[in-house]
């Protein structure tokens, strides 16, 4: 079985700290994707990688930057924590191709700055 | 712009009735995939059913069915027989063959009522 996995299910932290917020894939995935999940707005993508050093602007990168050094590891940097990034954050990874496209999820992380 | 809609923001349905989830999606691709994933409480979210676009067929996943109507741009997900384990929120996925990114909708939270 695909196995994500992320490094805290839950994360507190003060405005203004930098976290790190870390995902491994088991399945040699080319590609890798961070998303915020928020009530009632769905998944929102920040992030992804389709290889490693490589990364793309999601819909919502602001505030936030990416790290992909490894092949199997995803990072997502919020670079000065704000109260509007409280929120549950979701990795993902997939295959580019082949005859399944579907996104491996990791059980999140739900990050509260205060 | 690709755009998906879930307009049934809750539901309910009783034990061992049988609900329809909707969605609807917007594109000008001819080729893509649809999928709906399942998101119980607290735990990871996982694929339910996948439908590619130049499959005619509806694809059917024991209990989970989807409605496919490629014209109307409508991809519904029925579940039969209902069982408490299908308490989650819902969400449907769009994936284009010309890129890697998912597009999600806002999710449809199902309780089963015993």
């Known amino acids: 079985d695909v196995k994500v996995t992320q490094s805290s299910r839950y994360l507190v932290k003060r405005t203004g700290e930098k976290v790190f917020l870390e995902c491994v894939q088991d399945?040699?995935?080319?590609?890798m994707f961070w998303y915020r999940q928020d009530p009632g707005l769905g998944l929102r993508l920040i992030y992804f990688?389709?290889?490693?050093?490589?990364?793309e602007k999601g819909d919502i990168p602001e505030g936030y930057s990416v790290s992909r050094e490894k092949k199997e590891r995803f990072s997502l940097i919020l670079e000065s924590a704000s109260t509007n990034q409280t929120s549950m954050y979701l990795c993902?990874?997939?295959?580019?191709?082949?005859?399944?496209?579907?996104?491996?999820f990791g059980p999140g992380t739900r990050l509260t700055v205060t | 712009a690709q755009t998906v809609t879930q307009s049934q923001p809750e539901m309910s349905v009783q034990e061992a009735e049988t609900v329809t989830l909707s969605c609807t999606y917007d594109?000008?691709?001819?080729?893509?995939?649809l999928f709906w994933y399942k998101q119980p409480p607290s735990r990871q979210m996982i694929l339910v059913i996948r439908?590619?676009?130049?499959?005619?067929q509806n694809a059917t996943e024991n209990r989970f069915s989807v409605n496919f109507q490629k014209a109307a741009k409508s991809f519904s997900l029925k579940i039969s027989d209902s069982q408490l384990g299908d308490t989650a929120m819902y969400f449907c996925?769009?994936?284009?063959?010309?890129?890697?990114?998912?597009?999600f909708g806002t999710g449809t939270s199902l309780t089963v009522i015993p």
């Open positions: 993902a990874s997939s295959f580019p191709g082949g005859a399944h496209y579907e996104q491996y």
């Open positions: 439908q590619e676009a130049y499959k005619q």
């Open positions: 990688s389709y290889d490693v050093k490589m990364k």
């Open positions: 996925a769009f994936m284009t063959l010309t890129g890697n990114q998912f597009y």
């Open positions: 399945m040699d995935h080319e590609n």
């Open positions: 594109t000008s691709e001819n080729n893509y995939y």
